[in-house]
Antibody
Framework: QLQLQESGPGLVKPSETLSLTCTVS??????????WGWIRQPPGKGLEWIGS???????YYNPSLKSRVTISVDTSKNQFSLKLSSVTAADTAVYYC???????????WGQGTLVTVSS | EIVMTQSPATLSVSPGERATLSCRAS??????LAWYQQKPGQAPRLLIY???TRATGIPARFSGSGSGTEFTLTISSLQSEDFAVYYC?????????FGQGTRLEIK
C-alpha cells in the first residue's frame, strides 16, 4: 500500500525559504505512470495546487507561485521536495504531498504538515 | 486558468436523505473532473475521478455525473460519516484547480 509522509520545519520566518520533503513508501517514485504533487490549504480555507513533478524531473507549477517554487525529485531516496522562497504569512498552510496518475487526480495523499510563517 | 465554482457553499441535509452538490467549470474540462471528501484534521480523500468513476473502496451511494462545464456529486442516502467538506478538481488543463468547497452539514 502506497504511503506518503511530509516532513520539514513547522515554523519558518518571513522572507526565508520553506523546505519540505515527501517520502514515498510502498512503491517506487520512478514509475512512469505517475506524477507527484504538492497541494496546500491555509487554515479554514480551500485547496490550492502548488505544482507537480514527473520522475524524470519534468515540472508543472501554479503560475501564481511559479516565481517562488521549486519541486525536485530524488529517486535514490524515493523522495520529492518542495522549496518555496520569500515566504510571508499568506504562505501559512497545511502542506500535502500526493500522487497523481497521468490524468492528475490525487490519490493517495500524505497526512499533511502545518507550516506557520512567523517571526 | 480554469475557475471551478461549487454550489452551494453550505448544504444542510438530514441523515438518510439525498444530497446533491454542484460544480461548474469556467470552460470545458471534458470529463476530467475529480471529487474529494475532507473531514476535519484529515487529508482529502478521492471519491470520484473521470467525473463518474468511483475510486477504490468508495460506497455506491456516492455517484458523479456531468461533462463539459457542469458536474454533480450525489450522495443517495446520507450516513453520519458523510458530513464533511467536498471539493471538485479539474485536471483537463494546467494549472490544476480546485473548487472552493461545499460544506455538507447535518440538518
Amino acid at each position: 500500500q502506497l504511503q506518503l509522509q511530509e516532513s520539514g520545519p513547522g515554523l519558518v520566518k518571513p522572507s526565508e525559504t520553506l523546505s519540505l520533503t515527501c517520502t514515498v513508501s510502498g512503491g517506487s517514485i520512478s514509475s512512469s505512470s505517475y506524477y507527484w504533487g504538492w497541494i496546500r490549504q491555509p487554515p479554514g480555507k480551500g485547496l490550492e495546487w502548488i505544482g507537480s513533478i514527473y520522475y524524470s524531473g519534468s515540472t508543472y507549477y501554479n503560475p501564481s507561485l511559479k516565481s517562488r517554487v521549486t519541486i525536485s525529485v530524488d529517486t535514490s531516496k524515493n523522495q520529492f521536495s518542495l522549496k518555496l522562497s520569500s515566504v510571508t504569512a499568506a504562505d501559512t498552510a497545511v502542506y500535502y504531498c500526493a500522487r497523481s496518475g497521468l490524468k492528475n487526480w490525487f490519490d493517495p495523499w500524505g497526512q499533511g504538515t502545518l507550516v506557520t510563517v512567523s517571526s | 486558468e480554469i475557475v471551478m465554482t461549487q454550489s452551494p457553499a453550505t448544504l444542510s441535509v438530514s441523515p438518510g436523505e439525498r444530497a446533491t452538490l454542484s460544480c461548474r467549470a469556467s470552460q470545458s474540462v471534458s470529463s476530467n473532473l475529480a471529487w474529494y471528501q475532507q473531514k476535519p484534521g484529515q487529508a482529502p480523500r478521492l471519491l470520484i475521478y473521470g467525473a463518474s468513476t468511483r475510486a477504490t473502496g468508495i460506497p455506491a451511494r456516492f455517484s458523479g455525473s456531468g461533462s463539459g462545464t457542469e458536474f454533480t456529486l450525489t450522495i443517495s442516502s446520507l450516513q453520519s460519516e458523510d458530513f464533511a467538506v467536498y471539493y471538485c478538481q479539474q485536471y483537463n488543463n494546467w494549472p490544476i484547480t480546485f473548487g472552493q468547497g461545499t460544506r455538507l452539514e447535518i440538518k
